[in-house]
Every structure is written in C-alpha cells, then in structure tokens.
C-alpha cells in the first residue's frame, strides 16, 4: 500500500495541544505554518487503523470494556516480532498513557521523600512524576563524549549508594536526546541498580521508532534480574499517533511488583481504557506495521536533510545523530543568546515552534527539540524561515 507522508493535516481549531501551544505564542500566525513541538505527528493516520475504526463503529456499543484475546494476541505478537520478546498477557497491566503508569510506578515503589534517580535533559513530565508524588529529583546529567550524549555511570553509582535514594526512571530509547541506548551501557546501569536495589521504571514508549540499522534492547531482557526489578512502559501512542486513545501496555514480569502497581492503580482509580483505545492498538499491532516502515523513513530523511542544512546554512548549531524517537535535539548554545532571545527569535521572527530545551530542566538550557514526524517540505520551509532570521 502507499502511503501519504506528503500531506500536512492542518490541525487548527480541533483542540491540537501544540497547534493551540503555537497561537498562544504568536495569535496572529499566518496559515500554512505548523509547529515541532508537542510528539505527535500531523500525518494521515494509518488508513489501516481508520479503516478498522470505521468498520467497528458500525454496530459498536461504547459501554465498558475489557481486552479481548484479540487484543493480547496482537500486542504479545508486535512485542515478539518487532523486538523478540517474549511476554504473556498475564505480565500487562493496562493503563491510559505512560505519563499516569510512571506516575503510578513511582507512587507504587518508592515512599514519600525517596530520592528518584533521573537523566538530564529529561522528558518533562518525570519531574513532575517525582516532585508531584513527594518524592525527590536526583540529577544524573547525561555528558556529551565525542558529540555523543552518554550516561556518567560513575554519578550514577555515587547517586545511587545513597540509602533514601530507591528507583530510577529511565528513558528508553531517550528522549530528548534521541539516544538509543547500546547493550553495553544498559549493563552497566542494571548493575548499579542491582548493587544498590534499585527498582528501574524503564520508559520505553518511543522503542519503536528505531533508525536504520539501530538495535532497541528493552531493559528487562538483559536477564532475569532486571526483569525481576523492572516496569517497562510501552505504548502505541509515539509509533502510530494514538496518544488520545489513552492506552497503554505495562510489562511487569515480577508479580509482587504487578501486585504493588495494580494496588496503587486502585486507589486512585485511574485503569480503566478507552473503548476504542483497545481497538486502534489492535489494529495498529496486528496491520500498520509497514505504515510504520514509511514513517521511520520519512523521519530518518529530514534527519539527513536536517544535518545537511544547518552544516551548510548554520553551523553554529550543532544536530546530533538520531538514532531512536522522531525527536531531532539540536544546540544552539555556540549562537550566545539567552534562552528567552532564542525562543523570541524562532517564534516571533522565524515562526517556527519548538519545545524549547529548558523545558527538560537547566541541562537543557540553549538547546532545541525539533518534532522530524512532518512533512519534508514542511521541515524545509522551517528551516528556511531559520535561516532568514538568523542571517543578521
């Protein structure tokens, strides 16, 4: 089937958050601009899932609903096709989004005033995961080796010696940075968080989203340890653009770990999915994946697009490899300007919207996360609007 990656799907007015996030930034935007900021994707969805979608609403009832063998088939299969790992149904619980399980993990593992290790620049809402639930950030800033972002093991390990320090969450592949993580590296994290018992809240929700020839490694595969410590958030929310079904697929192997997540679910009452969530998983797993191949390609092409232009037009700014996520991080810092003239002059000047990388805390200061899941002539345009503001 051929899909269309060609289309820009003009959100304005439907409620979009990162279109809405735009006209609050600049009200009088003109028409054909869109933004790169919040992940997700203005492309046609997969005409597999609106196609399954529409044929289900023929004679569908919308009242309560559970998963059907269907859908555990179609989930187990895309886990053990897409990444050769196994897992039974039994080992998922059902949640309605990554952000509410970690949430949930966090409440469920550790106690109010437990250190919760994380890894700077960082997806956003871990801090509030953290700080929200009254437990406490402890930085372990990613260093940049040979334009390379990679994990300070040895912080890592002096961070996690620290008695009322008791879980870390873990972006994986890591976003913002687009970094995959390699087997070697993931090793040496699992072995910290054995030696210091550490339970690992792995975010896994972009490890789909893989560019050629990158390996994903999910944390709990490593061995029966770091299965037995670990909750793995998965979703199909990043790959195919369903963040508003609300669904999601928690892998946790070890059962008094499941018992403990399915506990604090309880009592907030916050488990139930969205009838059609199941529907649109199911039909993402089980028929979208060349969809899926046409994305990744699409977005590993404005990479290389983007690399090229800023290496020709501003090479001040400095574009890091992609390896994993539609998230193309980019350092702007060799510009010298102060984050609110940066943010002025991409918005008001360039009209092009990004989330600005001090949203992912202070390490993120200077730098910018471009969404790549857009139209190549979108991406262009942008970057021609850059390049005509910064000229000066």
Known sequence: ???????????????????????????????????????????????????????????????????????????????????????????????????????????????PGDGVIVQTPAYYPFFGAIEGNERVVVRNPLVLREGRWRIDLDDLAEKAADPRTTALLFCSPHNPTGRVWERDELNAVWRIARDNDLTVISDEIHFDLLMPGVQHTVFSTLNDDAAARTIVCTAPSKTFNLAGMATSNIVIPNEQLRENFRLEQGRTGFFTLNALGFQACRLAYSKAGAWLDGLIELVHGNHELVRSFFAERMPQVVVFDLEGTYLQWLDFRALGLSHEELKRINEQEALVYFDEGAMFGTEGEGFERMNLAAPRQTVLDALERLARAYAP
Not at 14 to 43: C, E, N, R, Y
Not at 90 to 108: D, K, Y
């Open 1 to 111: 089937m051929s899909y269309d990656f060609e289309t820009v799907v003009d959100r304005t007015g439907t409620g979009a958050a990162k279109w809405q996030h735009m006209l609050d930034a600049k009200p009088d935007v003109p028409a054909g601009i869109s933004p790169f900021s919040v992940a997700d994707i203005d492309l046609k969805l997969a005409p597999e899932i609106v196609e399954g979608l529409r044929e289900h609403l023929e004679d569908v009832v919308l009242g309560y609903t559970v998963a059907t063998d269907d859908y555990w088939e179609a989930v187990t299969g895309w886990f053990q096709d897409r990444h050769g790992w196994a897992v039974t149904r039994e080992q998922i619980t059902l949640a309605p989004g990554v952000v509410p399980a970690f949430n949930t993990a966090v409440r469920a593992v550790t106690a």
